[in-house]
């Protein structure tokens, strides 16, 4: 390939997508190659294609044949990332090149006449307004009623504030890939496979050249970021140790994400004194569902009530953390009084910024798919309704009863 040609680059995934979509924008431009914005006129088009959901995998395919309308009749189109591992036999229908999956960066290098830059030889870690936007195809939206829209727009403007009032980008840096875990609802364990951790000091090397060149809010990225380590012999409160120690009087903060509660447990005693430094911002810790049962044939390795405990902790000692999790509705077999225990997972007094919902999807790879007690589509919409509902309401009158809580303690000095 002569490095004259020009490039087109998007996705439809996560912030894990994006990641390595700009990574590879980074290889092709270190090599000398044009990346452009506008598909009609590249003569190589890479899509990083998200397979996590039916819902995503669909809209996957029809951004694929969107590009494939607008490309050129000479140009090459080469899609990678997890739905090329997740589910090929539906992409073999619409696209006949090569299945490379998220962890294939090396295959780019196999397109390149001469390679000047290796892919090895690039850093992963970028700035939020640096990275390649996620893109949809409109397929779906979530539509709720009125007044659950209405909270959702009431708790959306406020996080939105929250934002503006930092003036802050987030910096992200990749620590590690794959998992421990062997969750039954799990699609992407056959696209990033057993955790592959980054050693300890590229990760410091890229968060202290993220400080260097201003950066203060630095976002933890990995499948499992509590699994962070485990192939190397450290641990996730070793790496968070060495980064709170570096310019420590600095106004910085780190992002976790991913905590899976198991790890949280085991580990917590070390990250109570990690908390307790004032360097995190947020936590997301994904429960998953409130019922034990569930989460046993979820294959979580940890009890509802537990995972409730910590986090009412960590919101009574460390109110400055922000808290999230994961909420998924319709796993096969769940129950309404299954799902009344997720509903009653979010009561006071814990108070969670954020959730992020997920409404059980079949994949190709996932075995529980197929067992008996499929949830139904209406009663899995239905549920994500009620929980979105119930989130809205606690943020809201939590918030306001932070608010009147601080007001009083200032009054009362």
């Known amino acids: 390939m002569k490095a004259a040609l020009k490039v087109y680059i998007s996705t439809n995934g996560c912030v894990e997508g994006q990641l390595s979509s700009t990574f590879i924008e980074q290889f092709f431009i270190k090599n000398k190659l044009t990346v452009i914005n506008d598909p009609t006129q590249a003569d190589l088009i890479v ?20 590009l494939k309308v607008l490309m050129k009749p000479t140009a090459r189109l080469l899609v990678w990332g997890c739905l090329p591992k997740i589910n090929p036999q539906s992409l073999r229908a619409i696209y006949d090149g090569p299945l490379i999956g998220p962890l294939d960066t090396n ?21 939020a307004d ?8 409109e397929l779906y939206k979530s539509h709720t009623d009125a007044l659950t829209d209405t909270l959702i727009l009431l708790k959306q403007s406020w996080h939105k504030l929250w934002v503006r009032a930092r003036k802050s980008n987030r910096f992200f840096i990749r620590v590690s890939q794959g998992c421990t875990g062997n969750c039954t609802y799990c699609s992407e364990r056959c696209a990033f496979g057993r955790i592959k951790s980054q050693p300890i000091e590229k990760i410091i090397s890229e968060f202290k050249w993220g400080l260097q060149q201003g950066y203060n809010r630095f976002s933890l990225v ?18 968070l140790e060495k980064m709170i120690k570096i310019n420590g009087r600095r106004n910085y903060k780190i992002i976790l994400n991913q905590v899976n509660p198991f790890y949280l447990k085991k580990y917590f005693s070390g990250l109570e004194q990690i908390f307790a430094s004032g360097k995190i911002e947020e936590l997301c810790c994904p429960v998953q569902s ?6 046993k044939l979820m294959g979580r390795m940890y009890a509802a009530e537990e995972w409730r405990e910590y986090m009412i902790k960590i919101n009574t000692k460390f109110p400055h953390i922000r808290l999230g999790t994961q909420l998924m509705v319709g796993f096969p077999t769940e129950t309404e009084e299954d799902f009344r225990a997720t509903l009653k997972l979010l009561d006071y007094p814990l108070f969670l910024d954020f959730i992020y919902l997920f409404r059980f999807s079949k994949r190709p790879t996932v075995p529980i798919a197929r067992i008996q007690g499929q949830t139904s589509e209406k009663i899995k919409e239905l549920r994500s309704k009620r929980l979105l509902r119930k989130h809205a309401h606690m943020h809201i009158f939590n918030t306001v009863n932070r608010f009147m809580h601080f007001r009083f303690s200032e009054v009362a000095k």
């Open 290 to 295: 409130g019922c034990n049962r569930v989460l």
């Open 222 to 239: 990995a499948t499992d970021l509590g699994a962070y380590g485990v192939d190397r012999g450290y641990t996730l409160v070793d790496l």
């Open 47 to 66: 899509f990083y294609a998200c397979g996590l959901t039916e819902q995503k995998e669909k809209d996957s395919l029809i951004i694929i044949r969107k």
């Open 130 to 137: 640096m990275l390649i936007p996620s893109q949809t195809s």
């Open 107 to 127: 295959f780019f290098e196999g397109i390149l006449e001469k390679n000047m830059i290796s892919a090895d030889s690039i850093g992963w870690a970028r700035a």
